[in-house]
């Protein structure tokens, strides 16, 4: 009796507050597609400013998550979308700054009212699959709590359904099709790069990597080019290891080649995510490239139509 009060009173709880938090960000218009800037740090170390790199890809009621960098459950909140909101989940590669709240995603997007109550489906490099095994088993005693003693949060929420994938089409249904692209993460192989097409509108996303001619070909002519950067005077002056400088900008994109790569893929806007500490890449791509680029920051919203159109947070929205 004590169980079955609880789970109703925590049910009510969250069920209250995802609907309110519903209204403040409803679906995306027809033929469009939502782009939500979740996190945008560069690399693990911990900000309170900026989140661990995450996009969320919205189509129709639709929903496609671009890694799982640290704090996405806490800004899949604050943009107004529901714990269980994603059971996709598409990785560039196994980085632990892109894949450290994958257990978040996993265990409480399920286990929390209103409960997923599909499986967690993943696509990513090899090595994705073991993963998630592994995974489930870590957390073996807690998902037996939580769906046999405590919650009973249904069981088909909890089940993983995981893909290492190949370059090419890796999902197409219900009009949206996901490429994945090999891009030059250094000796972090295969990286990929994922481009998403629906309703004639499409939006690309780089992943870790140093300019790359395949990123170019997959994603020419797109309408949003989310790409990542380092700054490469920042890293020598922080940086005292000169191999350490190396291996570093060996791995990254500098402003002045994501300017070179912007003008080459020529899309509607380009935006960065995934870098530093920094104001000074977009001041030096534009020394370069004269098309539209912006500084993400965590839960910019772009809406991709008939016109581009970016919302940044309210001010101070992310430093929570």
Same mark, same amino acid.
């Given at each position: 009796?004590?169980?079955? +009060?609880?789970?109703?009173?925590?049910?009510?709880?969250?069920?209250?507050?995802? *609907?309110?938090? %519903?209204?403040?960000?409803? +679906?995306?218009?027809?033929?469009?597609?939502?782009?939500?800037?979740?996190?945008?740090?560069?690399?693990?170390?911990?900000?309170?400013?900026?989140?661990?790199? %995450?996009?969320?890809?919205?189509?129709?009621?639709?929903?496609?998550?671009?890694?799982?960098?640290?704090?996405?459950?806490?800004?899949?909140?604050? %943009?107004?979308?529901?714990?269980?909101?994603?059971?996709?989940?598409?990785?560039?590669?196994?980085?632990?700054? $892109?894949?450290?709240?994958?257990?978040?995603?996993?265990?409480?997007?399920?286990?929390?009212?209103?409960?997923?109550?599909?499986?967690?489906?993943?696509?990513?490099?090899? &090595?994705?699959?073991?993963?998630?095994?592994?995974?489930?088993?870590?957390?073996?005693?807690?998902?037996?709590?939580?769906?046999?003693?405590?919650?009973?949060?249904?069981? %088909?929420?909890?089940?993983?359904?995981? $893909?290492?994938?190949?370059?090419?089409?890796?999902?197409?249904?219900?009009?949206?099709?996901?490429?994945?692209?090999?891009?030059? $993460?250094?000796?972090?192989?295969? *990286?990929?790069?994922?481009?998403?097409?629906?309703?004639?509108?499409?939006?690309?996303?780089?992943?870790?990597?140093?300019?790359?001619?395949?990123?170019?070909?997959?994603?020419? &002519?797109?309408?949003?080019?989310? $790409?990542?950067?380092?700054?490469?005077?920042?890293?020598?002056?922080?940086?005292?290891?000169?191999?350490?400088?190396?291996?570093?900008?060996?791995?990254?994109?500098?402003?002045?080649?994501?300017?070179?790569?912007?003008?080459?893929?020529?899309?509607?806007?380009?935006?960065?995510?995934?870098?530093?500490?920094? +104001?000074?890449?977009?001041?030096?791509?534009?020394?370069?490239?004269?098309?539209?680029?912006?500084?993400?920051?965590?839960?910019?919203?772009?809406?991709? &139509?008939?016109?581009?159109?970016?919302?940044?947070?309210?001010?101070?929205?992310?430093?929570?």
């Amino acid at each position: 009796m004590l169980i079955t +009060s609880r789970r109703a009173i925590l049910a009510l709880l969250v069920c209250t507050s995802v *609907a309110d938090l %519903s209204a403040q960000n409803p +679906s995306p218009a027809a033929g469009e597609i939502r782009v939500t800037l979740l996190g945008t740090a560069g690399g693990p170390p911990a900000r309170v400013d900026r989140a661990g790199i %995450s996009t969320l890809v919205e189509v129709g009621d639709e929903r496609f998550l671009f890694d799982a960098g640290r704090g996405v459950m806490q800004r899949l909140v604050q %943009s107004g979308r529901s714990m269980n909101a994603v059971s996709k989940l598409f990785l560039t590669h196994l980085h632990s700054d $892109h894949i450290v709240d994958v257990p978040d995603l996993l265990l409480n997007g399920w286990s929390t009212p209103p409960w997923r109550r599909v499986p967690l489906e993943v696509w990513g490099p090899d &090595g994705t699959r073991d993963m998630m095994a592994h995974l489930e088993q870590a957390f073996a005693i807690d998902i037996h709590i939580r769906q046999d003693l405590e919650e009973h949060a249904p069981a %088909s929420g909890i089940q993983v359904i995981a $893909h290492d994938i190949r370059e090419g089409t890796v999902y197409e249904a219900n009009g949206v099709t996901v490429t994945a692209f090999l891009v030059d $993460h250094g000796p972090v192989k295969p *990286a990929y790069g994922y481009r998403l097409n629906a309703g004639g509108r499409s939006v690309c996303l780089s992943g870790d990597t140093r300019p790359s001619t395949n990123l170019v070909q997959a994603c020419r &002519g797109v309408d949003l080019l989310i $790409h990542e950067a380092i700054d490469e005077e920042e890293v020598r002056r922080k940086v005292q290891n000169p191999q350490l400088v190396e291996a570093l900008l060996g791995l990254h994109t500098t402003p002045e080649q994501a300017a070179e790569i912007f003008q080459r893929v020529g899309p509607r806007l380009a935006v960065f995510s995934h870098i530093p500490p920094t +104001s000074a890449i977009l001041e030096r791509t534009r020394r370069i490239y004269k098309g539209r680029v912006e500084e993400g920051v965590d839960l910019m919203v772009i809406d991709i &139509g008939t016109a581009v159109v970016v919302r940044s947070p309210p001010r101070g929205s992310t430093s929570r």
